[in-house]
């Protein structure tokens, strides 16, 4: 879970701080009298609650237990740009994948801001960490040299290119709001894949496909789906991603999934909470020529336009979704009729 820095946690992100530059410092030999400057020395509770009453976005990553594991902050330079700060990872918690979650989280931070560019300084000799930014993205655009570090300052820079919850060139990493039970949200972030926190829930929004004249729409699961493969589901649906609400989610869905673009609105047909997961189900009338439905690589291999007395047929028996069916029949509309 990601979420913003209170201020009663800036001490234990400045222990943090200080905690993962020092495995840095000792390896490259930087002290406290060579070094005085370095991120390892130089971090103070003073200096943080500076920055978090400038009102600098700054960020944790916790874990179950609501013990930070991770941090960074931006500084918001103008020009459409913004510097990385102290991207850290608690030492003993390195090599899973926190270092670069955090890292496109703040690449969606920075988007949120307004920022086209986020700058990205490094010590130049350490290799390992130049070649882990330049695998997420960020170029090497020059070294500089000061007298009061024994290191060479390497810059680097990163340009934006979020789209929705989650960045264009490494989709793996996806980001969603996190809601209560009622549907509020909650204020912090879910990442895809990871264990949702006691008491929070996720969002998934379902769209039920109806032709005008009266035929339901059927998707064919991909085979290679670790979950009902091959089965067969009467809507398009997914996580609705961070900073989009219920209805936008269902909507991109619908589109990626079948290539219908919903311009007329939405109708609700069901919300379901069950597990740390909320449901929020819509139906969706259309009058487009049933052959331009779009099949989604990875998602669905087959489709067609059943009618009623057949989708009853297959609604009922061990080809369909049976999740979805439970959904379905807990909605008091009849969704039979278009």
């Known amino acids: 879970m990601i979420r913003s820095i209170k201020k009663s946690e800036i001490e234990k992100c400045v222990e943090l701080i200080k905690k993962s530059f020092l495995t840095v410092a000792l390896e490259y030999g930087f002290t406290k009298e060579n070094a005085p400057r370095f991120t390892a020395f130089s971090t103070t509770p003073e200096r943080l609650y500076q920055q978090y009453e400038e009102g600098r976005p700054m960020y944790g990553y916790f874990d179950d237990n609501n013990q930070i594991l991770g941090y960074y902050s931006l500084y918001i330079q103008g020009n459409q740009e913004c510097e990385l700060n102290n991207l850290c990872v608690k030492p003993e918690c390195r090599h899973k994948n926190i270092g670069q979650i955090l890292f496109f989280h703040a690449i969606m931070t920075a988007a949120s801001q307004n920022c086209k560019k986020m700058n990205i300084g490094i010590v130049e000799e350490n290799k390992k960490l130049r070649s882990w930014y330049e695998k997420l993205g960020a170029n090497h655009v020059g070294t500089k040299k000061f007298d009061f570090f024994p290191f060479t300052c390497g810059y680097m820079e990163r340009y934006m290119d979020t789209k929705g919850g989650h960045t264009e060139d490494n989709q793996n990493v996806e980001f969603w709001d996190a809601y209560y039970e009622d549907g509020t949200l909650a204020g912090c972030d879910l990442v895809r894949g990871e264990k949702i926190p006691k008491g929070l829930r996720h969002a998934v929004a379902e769209v039920f496909v109806m032709h005008r004249d009266g035929s339901i729409l059927l998707m064919q699961r991909d085979f290679e789906k670790p979950n009902s493969p091959g089965f067969w589901e009467s809507s398009a649906g997914g996580s609705v991603l961070k900073g989009e609400c219920f209805r936008e989610g269902a909507k991109r869905e619908l589109l990626e999934e079948t ?48 009618d009623q007395q057949e989708f009853k047929k297959i609604f009922y028996s061990d080809q369909y979704v049976d999740g979805l069916r439970e959904r379905l029949s807990k909605t008091n509309q009849n969704v039979f009729s278009p």
């Open 259 to 306: 290539g219908i673009n919903a311009c007329d609105q939405l109708k609700n047909l069901y919300y379901v909470v069950k597990d740390r997961t909320i449901y929020h189900g819509y139906l969706y009338v259309t009058d487009i020529p049933k052959d331009e439905v779009q099949l989604q690589k990875g998602e669905t291999i087959a489709f067609r336009w059943v």
